[in-house]
Structures are given as C-alpha cells and as structure tokens.
C-alpha cells in the first residue's frame, strides 16, 4: 500500500510569496497517476494537477507541479488570496491514495 | 456540464446501516470508473472505494472493507455505496467522485453521515 506523506502541515506565507508543498510516497509510483487538488471549507476537492505536472482546465499557470519516483512538488508562483486554502496530493489509477494536506495560511 | 449529485445521508447508530447513491448525469456514466471519498469532520480526505467502468474491478480502503459494498446502475446512472456496520469513526462527508487517467475532476456536492446514539 502506497503512503503519500505531505509536508509541511502549515505553510505561513503572505500573498505574492512562493509556495512549495512537498508530497512524499512510501514506495516510487508512476508520476502518470500522481495529482494535487485544492479544498476551500465546505466544499468539494477541486484538482489542480495531474499526472504530476500538467494543469487541470482552467486552473492558472502560477500553479505548477513537478517531480517523480517517490518526490513531488506542488508550486504556487505568487500566492493570490483565494489561495490561502488546503491542498492534498493523491495517488490513482492502480492504488488510491491521498496525503494528508498542506495547509496555506496567510502570515 | 457535469453532474454527480450524493444522497441518502444522515443519523444512524453505531451499528446500522444506509445506503448512499450518486445520480450521473450529462456525460456517459457507464463509460467511467468511479470512487468513493469521505473526509471527517476537521479532517483530511480518505478514498474509500472504487469501481471499473463495467463493475467488474472493485477496490475497497482497509478501514472498510468488509463492511461497505460499492455498486452501480448503469441503466439509471447511479452509483451506490451500502454501509454496513457503521462505527463513530465513519462520521463524515461522503463524496463520489469520476475517475479518468486525469484524475479526480468531478465531484459531487457530498453527503454527510453521522454515526451516533
């Protein structure tokens, strides 16, 4: 069973800063199944990434993903304030998992 | 656009039963794998169950598996979740989910279970 560990817990950061989110698996997996997704409360997942690096429709180019093997990178260029929310990664396809969230908060 | 709307939430005690369902609609359900998430309260997302396109391949999380039965309809587009056994620590929002090689891009609105006395 694939583990995804997310680090850090909390990002602290003011709006226009960079934000790098870190998602960990337990064992190399294909990046091809590897996504991001945001969350805002009470709401639904929404994906930003997937096969670790190409952007969903509509979702703004600050946001980047890259990374491979058992290291992804989650980047948000300049933070905007609709971005201070939660983000999770997620493995798919073969193996469903999630991480266990980032959380950006405004410092 | 896409819809995928949850239903058949609620109270139960520890112990009970509730089926939930996920109505489809505008795109061609029985061409997709679907999922199950569930997210407790305060907490973060956990995928629950899965099914292939046809229901042949069906995949279960540890913390379930023998207790919830994913299926679906795809003469009604509708997918089902039947929750067995229902314990506190399976309190949460219930999501279904549309799987393609892009990841998880629809989602429904999700529908809350509490498991209490």
């Known amino acids: 069973e694939v583990v995804l560990t997310q680090s850090p817990g909390t990002l602290s950061l003011s709006p226009g800063e960079r934000a790098t989110l870190s998602c960990r698996a337990s064992?190399?997996?294909?990046?091809?199944?590897l996504a991001w997704y945001q969350q805002k409360p009470g709401q639904a997942p929404r994906l930003l990434i997937y096969g670790a690096s190409s952007r969903a429709t509509g979702i703004p180019d600050r946001f980047s993903g890259s990374g491979s093997g058992t290291d992804f990178t989650l980047t948000i260029s300049r933070l905007q304030p609709e971005d201070f929310e939660v983000y999770y990664c997620q493995h798919y396809g073969s193996a469903h998992t999630f991480g266990g969230g980032t959380k950006v908060e405004i410092k | 656009e896409v819809q995928l709307v949850e239903s058949g939430g609620g109270l139960v005690q520890p112990g009970g039963s509730l089926r939930l369902s996920c109505a489809a609609s505008?795109?061609?359900?029985?061409?997709?794998?679907m999922n199950w998430v569930r997210q407790a309260p305060g907490k973060g997302l956990e995928w629950v169950s899965y099914i292939s396109s046809s229901g042949t391949t069906i995949y279960y999380a540890d913390s379930v598996k023998g207790r919830f039965t994913i299926s679906r309809d795809n003469a009604k587009d509708s997918l089902y979740l039947q929750l067995n056994s229902l314990r506190a620590e399976d309190t949460a929002v219930y999501y279904c989910?549309?799987?393609?090689?892009?990841?998880?891009?629809?989602w429904g609105q999700g529908t809350l279970v509490t498991v209490s006395s």
């Open positions: 064992q190399s997996v294909s990046s091809r199944y």
């Open positions: 989910a549309r799987e393609t090689w892009s990841g998880f891009q629809h």
């Open positions: 505008s795109f061609t359900f029985s061409n997709y794998e």
